[in-house]
């Protein structure tokens, strides 16, 4: 068989670098000063031992193991027991982890990776690259039900075990995207021996290389995880190389946000997330307690419109919807300076993202004039615009497990806000696995759908025609489902496109058809804001999706 060439080798070996304490998210590095008011202990440096308690306000997994579905709750469990191929450090640049190093071919359609030798799972079974193509055909076997890992290999073809330490990804296509997707944990390598038992038992303590062992989970209250004696695999900008220092995790769910706060002033918990921004306010001058605020990668918080049907399907109902919602008025009076206004469909953290404010102006009267235009220019006796005896009605299912209750109030103002154009907003709150059958049976108008991936071909995710189709698991991610022949060339090219800077543009590009088809209302970055007890040190946020890693924490 004929060999690719190969024409570079895009990272060095594995180096071990000494880092001050910080939370990388995307492009930006943010200080965690877990030891401010505490400063002795750093001066002795980490002390071994200790259970850190973490309260998470997130739904419960109903699966431990990523590649199942394939949400935020499970990415945030996953990262202290399951790794990735490879990291992105705080300045955004992929660097090793399990894979040591890759190389591309000149037609970008094969990568070889060195992995990492000597490392097992902690199951006993030798990670190699036999486990790595296990763990890709797991992604796309549609029995697994993957949603985010499967649409983030959908271009690999094959993997190959070329040696125990080699494994060759052929592409269906080139996937500039392919770094950024691998280094998420969607995509964590798993004990192809785990794998084996089956997804009901894998669910429930999937198998890695990580720093900690899924030791147990007591439904609706905790999963308990262990210290890896055996760890030796950190990424390359780990902040520590051996063994955890702690004994244990206690990941605890308590959806409630003020009962959360309460255990974490008690002194019952170390670490919450999903904090409300008056707890946030409340929490600044305290010097007991410090914020590690991690907006997440990929996509801006956004309210999508339904183009696929009435009345979406007008993009002058669209706009007319757009302009009749005082978001900044509703951000501000209600986030307290926690969140900032987006005008894209990027997050800030993602130096591709484009902006454009002027779409997005709040205009009641324009508002009025598009619905008059669109056909809308009759009036029942509740104030609800009708056309042809229809009344204008929109479904917005809302998940109270993803939505916080600061969201939830912003909605509930965009809905009176949007009652004066004669909108009529249905608001209806919901649990994630009935906010996921709403979306399944496209029963809806408006939904906010957090969707995190790293890297700007998050955008073809949500806004290609493909993505309108259903993965394994039912779920499609398009839920603007845009159909624009022009914006799927757009991201088809970039997705091939291995230059940055142009790769970029064509982002630009689509970006700005997007927005100004007026198929996304802009909210503000993903909020992930994680209070700390300043007894908990080197704790920090990922640079792939801003999750918490407690590989290298202690406690004093």
Not at 208 to 231: C, E, H, I
Not at 401 to 412: C, G, K, R, T, Y
Not at 495 to 504: M, P
Not at 532 to 546: E, I, Q
Request: aromatic share 8%.
């Amino acid at each position: 068989m004929d060999l690719p060439r190969f024409k570079r080798t895009t990272v060095r070996s594995r180096p071990r670098r000494s880092l001050i304490p910080v939370a990388a998210v995307a492009a930006s590095a943010l200080v965690l000063s877990a030891c401010a008011g505490d400063s002795e202990p750093t001066a002795t440096g980490p002390t071994t031992g200790g259970t850190l308690v973490y309260a998470s306000g997130d739904a419960e997994p109903t699966c431990l193991d990523p590649h199942v579905g394939g949400n935020y709750p499970q990415a945030l469990l996953a990262t202290q027991f399951l790794e990735s191929l490879v990291s992105r450090d705080a300045e955004g640049e992929i660097v090793p982890w399990l894979a040591e190093s890759w190389t591309v071919s000149d037609d970008a359609l094969t990568w070889e990776f060195t992995l990492a030798d000597g490392v097992e799972f902690t199951d006993g079974t030798p990670f190699d690259a036999e486990a790595v193509k296990v763990n890709v055909e797991h992604l796309q076997d549609p029995a697994t039900q993957s949603s985010t890992g499967y649409l983030a290999v959908e271009k690999v073809a094959s993997v190959e075990a070329v040696d125990d330490l080699t494994a060759r990804f052929t592409l269906s296509e080139p996937d500039s995207a392919l770094l950024e997707s691998l280094s998420q944990p969607w995509l964590a390598i798993e004990s192809p021996a785990g794998i084996a038992r089956g997804m009901e038992e894998n669910c429930e303590s999937p198998v890695g290389t990580g720093p900690f062992v899924v030791d147990s989970w007591a439904k609706q209250d905790r999963v308990t995880l262990t210290r890896n004696d055996d760890y030796s695999s950190p990424p390359a900008d780990a902040l520590h190389d051996g063994p955890a220092y702690l004994d244990g995790i206690e990941w605890r769910f308590i959806p409630d946000s003020a009962s959360r706060y309460a255990a974490l002033q008690a002194g019952e918990v170390q670490v919450i997330d999903n904090v409300q921004p008056d707890v946030l306010v409340q929490a600044e001058g305290s010097d007991s307690l410090v914020e590690l605020d991690a907006p997440r990668p990929g996509s801006s918080n956004r309210i999508e419109l339904n183009s696929g049907k009435a009345p979406f399907d007008d993009v002058a109902v669209r706009e007319a919807f757009i302009r009749s919602v005082n978001v900044d008025d509703a951000v501000s009076s209600l986030f307290q300076g926690t969140a900032e206004r987006s005008f894209s469909p990027l997050a800030s953290v993602e130096p591709a993202a484009y902006s454009d404010d002027s779409l997005f102006g709040y205009d009641l009267d324009e508002a009025n004039t598009l619905l008059d235009e669109a056909g809308w220019s009759e009036k029942d006796s509740d104030g609800v615009r009708t056309k042809d005896g229809e009344r204008l009605t929109l479904a917005f299912p809302v998940s109270t497990n993803q939505s916080i209750p600061a969201e939830v109030s912003l909605f509930e103002q965009l809905q009176a806000g949007a009652k004066d154009a004669g909108f009529d907003v249905q608001l209806d709150l919901l649990d994630l696995a009935s906010w996921y059958a709403a979306l399944g049976a496209n029963d809806y108008d408006l939904v906010s759908a957090p969707y995190t991936k790293v890297g700007p071909d998050v955008l073809r995710i949500l806004y290609h025609s493909d993505g309108i189709v259903p993965a394994p698991s039912g779920y499609f991610a398009n839920h603007a489902q845009v159909d624009d022949t022009a914006v799927d060339a757009l991201l088809d090219e970039a997705s091939a496109t291995l230059d940055e800077a142009d790769r970029a543009a064509l982002y630009e590009e689509a970006q700005a058809d997007v927005l100004e088809g007026y198929y996304i209302l802009p909210l503000y970055d993903q909020q992930n804001h994680f209070l700390l007890s300043t007894s908990v040190h080197d704790a920090r946020a990922l640079g792939t999706v801003s999750t918490p890693s407690f590989a290298a924490a202690w406690l004093s």
